[in-house]
């Protein structure tokens, strides 16, 4: 018995070929540039402080109560400038999908068209973010109340093991959460048009309805991001070896001004060419994330369309 999840995978293939080819460099660095800011990497933008150790937490207080204006000052900034991230990224990402359905790389208006959709996402970010860094943080004092009360002797170990378990099991559920969200839900607000919680009740009813071809579906395309993940390592490093052959050439050149011009010309031209070795790394990595988004944006739209009975 075929699956669906099996059985689109060669059409999506197909139509991303179609999409992407012939080469058309403007086209693929607008995708990239999407597929870039619309990505987990800014929706789970993380600005929290990993402590390494008690001591670490404790050098913190200290440091709390020596600068606590700046401290509250760069926290407004940095929580200010996650949530113009989050939102910037819950608008891109289905301009992304209406860019790869439609296959007309228009950013202004596919924003436009599914600005709704976005802004009920960002919503569901923003509320989802704010719980789950409180659960974490009542985590966290649990876990260093004993080293800063200096009461670790009266802290049992199985009490410490407890907390590990639990913070990972929630790490655990999360990750399933978020990869029904990623996988189905804002999926299904891009066809259906509907924002998120009625999108989420609905996705949630098809689960139970269709479990073996979603579950598999999510499996394959847990194979295809690490497959991806793993090819397109191997790509970069192809790719960038031209990149790191001109810049050890040009940094050949900044050594000679230096000799000869002096510091501060050298550090200019320094300058110049880092900038133009930053810029061809970006190329890239947008030329390399491109297609792979399509591709994945296609399958993931194949698949939610004939799981909801809907034309291709």
Known sequence: MSLICTDVITPAFERTKKFMFP??????????????????????????????????????VGLWESYPGLIITGAIF???????????????????????????????????DTFGLGKSYFWFNLI?????????????????????????????????????????????????????????????????????????????????????????FALIRLGMHIAIAIAAFFLMLILLIPILIVGAILGGIVYLVYQGLGLVVAIVLGVIFGLIILIAFALVVLLIAAPIDVFLINYNLMFMRKILALKN
């Open 78 to 112: 940095l929580v200010l400038l996650g949530l113009f991230l989050v939102f910037i990224s819950s608008l891109l990402t289905f301009t992304l999908f209406k860019s790869v359905d439609t296959q007309k790389v228009l950013i202004k208006k596919n924003t436009k």
């Open 128 to 216: 989802a973010g704010f719980v789950i860094a409180l659960v974490f943080i009542l985590l966290i004092l649990l876990f260093v109340w004993p080293f800063i009360t200096g009461q670790v002797a009266d802290f049992p170990l199985a009490s410490i093991l407890l907390l590990i378990l639990v913070f990972g099991l929630i790490v655990f559920i999360l990750a399933l959460f978020f990869a029904f969200i990623k996988l189905f839900v804002i999926y299904y607000m891009y066809l259906k048009k509907k924002r998120f919680c009625f999108s989420f009740r609905k996705s949630w009813g098809l689960l139970k309805k269709h479990f073996t071809e979603m579950f598999v």
């Open 23 to 60: 080469f058309k460099l403007k086209p693929w660095l607008k995708l990239g540039f999407l597929s870039l800011l619309a990505s987990s990497l800014w929706t789970n933008f993380n600005f929290n402080y990993r402590f390494s150790s008690p001591s670490d937490f404790v050098w913190f």
